[in-house]
């Protein structure tokens, strides 16, 4: 089936939702979307992606069991037909007393302003300019760069609805683009990468030149990278790193693991947990974030949830399995694609930035390392146990300003003692393509292994 606008995803879903029998609840989250993706290299195109996707996913709740079904197709037969399938699975599913629907829950939705007519507009061929030209603008950065890994202008255009029989009709339309690249730079026969991005809703918003001059500051200050001697010091997160990190976090403070004893921080509510430079929040009505939406996918109104308030925990994220499994109510945190039922999860995770330029940060350490980038993030980081071990390249920061670069190097702490042990917490708010909200952020007493 051809995605077109005639295609009312609200009306599909509130269709479908309006067909519970007696007995038992329906909800239906319906998804439309389009995209592209240009890469270039060389100054040409190297590939081009034009992509649309429509689907749905029901969910039918009878006697306290869950079936679901779902279809990449928005064709009506194949509508009923996925009804049909969920209704036929929930005889299935086991029992659970807290399987049920999103009610409304009186939260008024954000006014949030997420859609850009003409993104839609924008040519094919001005997308393929722009790859290009932030390839060509990394070039003009820096005579010490070599060529780029990847050139990329993507974008997409989204609108999904979710409807219950329990009284929710909810959705959202979005707009997102950005532009990425990655830079080589070169040294003899030493070859370093870095990044750069600039994120927006309609193209007017990218900067070219901001990810362009990103990606080659972070190749060149590799240059002549040496493995580092071994000692225990401050290490200084950039914003992309932290983002990572952050990430990790938010996946702890999640209330289905927490359920589930996949979680650091269980039953240390109003406990400190972090210290007191380091606010936390989830806050999907932040229009800067990319994952801004005013309903989550169960339909409640999205709202501004405080993780962690100057170093102390104030809660976890809750879907309405969840919140109702632990006796308290949703954080409106459900997320989800037409293809599963809903889970927990933040949606548009920040740190509340401090006053300090990245510079300042620097000078603030005094002796440390910035790290720049991370491997083995996931094979190295135990979100159960708090283990942290990730290999990392960076600069090392000596008298307050950036040094010698280093690679071939492990940093290892915990999670539960990097939290602690957060020394500083930039003002450099990056809002990164996933939507996350993060700032540079300098941590104590961390082991740096090396030569």
Request: glycine fraction near 14%; charged fraction near 20%.
């Amino acid at each position: 089936m051809s995605v077109g606008a005639a295609t009312d995803v609200r009306a599909v879903a509130e269709s479908v939702a309006g067909r519970a029998r007696p007995g038992e609840e329906v909800e239906a989250f319906v998804v439309r979307s389009r995209g592209v993706e240009v890469r270039a290299y060389g100054g040409e195109v190297e590939s081009l992606e034009q992509a649309e996707a429509a689907g749905i996913g029901v969910r039918v709740i009878a006697e306290g069991r869950q079936g679901f079904a779902y279809a990449g197709s928005l064709d009506p037969d194949v509508i009923v037909d996925t009804l049909a399938e969920a209704r036929d699975n929930a005889p299935f599913g086991d029992p659970d007393e807290h399987n049920r629907l999103a009610v409304p829950d009186g939260v008024a939705p954000a006014d949030l302003d997420l859609y850009r007519d003409e993104l839609g507009a924008v040519p094919t061929d001005h997308k393929v300019e722009l790859a290009i030209a932030v390839e060509r603008a990394v070039y003009a950065a820096d005579e010490r760069i070599t060529g780029t890994r990847t050139a990329i202008y993507g974008d997409g255009i989204g609108d999904w609805a979710v409807a219950t029989s329990t009284g929710i009709t909810a959705g959202n339309r979005s707009t997102t683009c950005h532009v990425s690249v990655t830079a080589l730079a070169a040294d003899g026969d030493q070859t370093q990468t870095g990044y750069g991005v600039s994120v927006g809703r309609s193209v007017d918003d990218l900067d070219l030149g901001r990810a362009a001059g990103d990606a080659a500051e972070r190749a060149t200050r590799l240059l002549g990278a040496r493995k580092p001697r071994s000692q225990r010091l401050t290490v200084v997160f950039d914003p992309h790193v932290a983002a990572a990190f952050l990430g990790i976090i938010g996946g702890t403070l999640n209330g289905e693991a927490v359920l589930k004893g996949r979680s650091l921080f269980a039953d240390r509510v109003g406990q400190a947990v972090a210290a007191p430079a380091l606010t936390l929040v989830d806050d999907p009505t932040e229009r800067r974030s990319m994952r801004a939406s005013p309903f989550d996918a169960e339909g409640l109104a999205s709202r501004r949830n405080v993780l962690v308030d100057s170093g102390v925990l104030q809660g976890f994220l809750h879907n309405t399995w969840s919140a109702a499994k632990a006796g308290t109510a949703s954080t409106a945190s459900a997320v989800r694609g037409y293809g599963s039922p809903p889970g927990v999860g933040p949606r548009a995770l920040a740190v509340r930035p401090g006053t300090m330029t990245f510079e300042e940060v620097v000078g603030a350490v005094g002796e440390g390392v910035l790290v720049q980038s991370v491997t083995g993030l996931h094979s190295g980081v135990n979100a159960v146990s708090g283990d942290f071990s990730v290999g990392v390249q960076g600069v090392m920061i000596g008298h307050g300003e950036l040094g010698e670069p280093i690679r071939e190097a492990t940093i290892a702490s915990t999670l539960q003692r990097m939290l602690l042990d957060v020394a500083v917490v930039g003002g450099d708010l990056e809002w990164l393509p996933g939507g996350t909200g993060s700032v540079s952020i300098a941590i104590r007493d961390v082991t740096l292994s090396g030569a």
